[in-house]
């Protein structure tokens, strides 16, 4: 059975860093990533990355966020540095499984920037 874990939020001030962490089990998962949902508005993606390496990420966290995994582990994580208020939101693991194309999600975790 697949299960995806998050990890790694909080509470923040404007400028500083945070990071989230997920692990994902019961498979192998060729591209795992961050998408966030902040109140009033649509799951969005923030930035993710394949099994070998290629990353994808949000024009709005460009720069400051930078997003690595460990595939030996399942692990995605996502560093966030210098975090504004307009990043305060839930973030959601996602992991598509490599046998069956299915996309999982994690319970979120919310990560709050206050200013």
């Known amino acids: 059975q697949v299960h995806v874990v998050e990890s790694g939020g909080g509470l923040v001030q404007a400028g500083g860093s945070l990071r989230v962490s997920c692990v994902a089990s019961g498979s192998i998962f060729n591209v795992m990533g961050w998408y966030r949902q902040a109140p009033g508005k649509l799951r969005e993606l923030v930035a993710d990355?394949?099994?070998?390496?290629?990353?994808n990420y949000a024009d709005s966290v460009k720069g400051r966020f930078t997003i690595s995994r460990d595939n030996a582990r399942n692990t995605v994580y996502l560093q966030m540095n210098s975090l504004k208020p307009e990043d305060t939101a839930v973030y959601y693991c996602y992991a598509r499984d490599v046998y069956n194309g299915q996309g999982r999600w994690g319970q979120g975790t919310q990560v709050t920037v206050s200013s």
């Open positions: 990355i394949t099994s070998g390496g290629t990353t």
